[in-house]
């Protein structure tokens, strides 16, 4: 019966394990994809969304704790020409000592309307990632942005930003500024009336001083609806640091399965 106990205390706590990995991996990322808030909000005048969620679970000694706290909101001014979008995450889990996600981040970002193609935008970010080695992380930038297709059911964004970073790590002793080029490129397909919707976006983030110094995101997420309130969906994401805080290169390769039920 002992065995028995223990064996199943292992299981629990692989699955655990396994569970937080595959669900928290992505929001270790060093690189934010801002447009998959966007689209929550280009379409909505006020927005305001709030997440709590909290957990602790004792297994036969073995310990999880989660928290999670998610915000979004976006305002448009009273032209509806100006948009103001704030986001704001944090993340904390934990098996006994071992820490799965341990990052909070802020983000706070104008967009004015010139013309119908023609955005500018300047943002402001703050980053903290313990499991990265990231004690905070501060991101200043301006530049255009540009509708290039607009015509339904395919949208499509190109944007280009001069990008001002300061970066501290305690663990190697760091401390670092870089000027960069914060461009991407992303669309949106969502065919009337069938219930699927397909996202595309593409980050290149070169340092003006040494170009061999670059971040790279590549995320697709994708959603069919099966009946009103139930759909599938699944996300792909890819990340490469070329010069991560330990003086050596980031790599992470994701997919999520999952199923997402609304009312």
Excluded: C
Aim: glycine share 6%; proline share 3%.
């Amino acid at each position: 019966m002992e065995f028995e106990q223990e064996s199943l205390s292992s299981i629990m706590r692989f699955i655990y394990v396994f569970l937080l990995v595959g669900l928290l991996q992505p929001l270790r990322a060093q690189l934010v994809n801002i447009e998959a808030r966007r689209i929550q909000s280009d379409s909505n005048k006020v927005v305001f969304n709030l997440g709590l969620a909290g957990n602790y679970s004792n297994n036969d000694g073995t310990k999880l704790l989660l928290m999670s706290t998610n915000l979004l909101s976006s305002l448009k001014s009273k032209d509806l020409k100006g948009i103001f979008l704030l986001l704001g995450n944090f993340e904390l889990s934990k098996s006994g000592e071992q820490e799965f996600a341990n990052s909070w981040f802020g983000h706070f970002r104008y967009n004015r309307e010139f013309t119908p193609v023609v955005r500018g935008e300047m943002f402001l970010q703050l980053l903290n990632n313990s499991l990265l080695s990231i004690d905070l992380r501060n991101l200043l930038g301006i530049g255009p942005r540009f509708k290039l297709v607009n015509t339904a059911p395919f949208n499509l964004y190109f944007g280009s930003s001069y990008m001002h970073e300061w970066e501290r790590s305690s663990r190697y002793d760091s401390r670092t500024q870089a000027n960069r080029l914060s461009t991407y490129l992303s669309f949106t397909l969502k065919p009337k009336s069938s219930g699927f919707l397909f996202t595309h976006t593409a980050y290149y983030q070169p340092n003006f001083a040494d170009w061999q110094d670059y971040r790279f995101l590549d995320e697709l997420q994708t959603s069919l609806a099966i009946t009103e309130h139930v759909s599938l969906t699944y996300a792909m994401r890819y990340y490469f640091d070329s010069a991560a805080p330990n003086n050596g290169y980031q790599r992470t390769l994701n997919l999520t399965f999952g199923v997402n039920f609304q009312w």
